[in-house]
């Protein structure tokens, strides 16, 4: 669990979100209750323009622990401990950082059939409305994290 809490702190900082934010997810990661973490590039309209979004399957973690795999090797991809899947969906995310105005905005989604006001309570998270987006989304494809793979991120973002 710690090298993944690890990738979400190293997304969520380069990020440049709120310790608020990231001490949220950190909280809601180690309980497993996030099976998506997103984080938005928004414009000064509040629409996003890009998108990180970081995805968990607790199923394949836990089959992973019973088999075994609560240690993992790294081998020279990762760098500072960090997958390289991470580090290049950020560099690409990064792009929409630069742009001027843009903020951070970042957005949980729970595992199916969660006690969503429970979780809310005890993380300080209230349920939110969909996503505006700024103009035509451009999908990316997810990558599973080498060495890993319970996890996976993509880059989406606007023509």
Excluded: C
């Excluded at 928004?42 to 973690?61: M, P, V």
């Excluded at 580090?87 to 729970?110: K, Q």
């Amino acid at each position: 669990m710690d090298l993944l809490e690890q990738q979400v702190r190293v997304a969520l900082r380069r990020a440049n979100v709120s310790q608020v934010s990231l001490d949220t997810a950190v909280a809601g990661v180690r309980k497993k209750y996030i099976v998506k973490l997103q984080i938005y590039a928004t414009a000064s309209t509040g629409k996003a323009i890009g998108l990180l979004e970081i995805r968990i399957d607790w199923q394949r973690h836990e089959f992973h622990m019973s088999m075994g795999g609560d240690t993992v090797k790294l081998d020279s991809r990762w760098e500072n401990d960090t997958a390289i899947e991470i580090d290049e969906a950020l560099n690409v995310f990064e792009g929409f950082l630069t742009r001027s105005g843009v903020t951070t905005l970042v957005r949980y989604v729970y595992y199916p059939g969660a006690d969503i006001e429970a979780i809310g309570r005890e993380l300080g998270t209230r349920p939110s409305k969909p996503m505006a987006w700024a103009g035509s989304v451009i999908d990316g494809s997810p990558f599973r994290l080498s060495l890993l793979d319970e996890a996976s991120v993509v880059v989406r973002g606007v023509s």
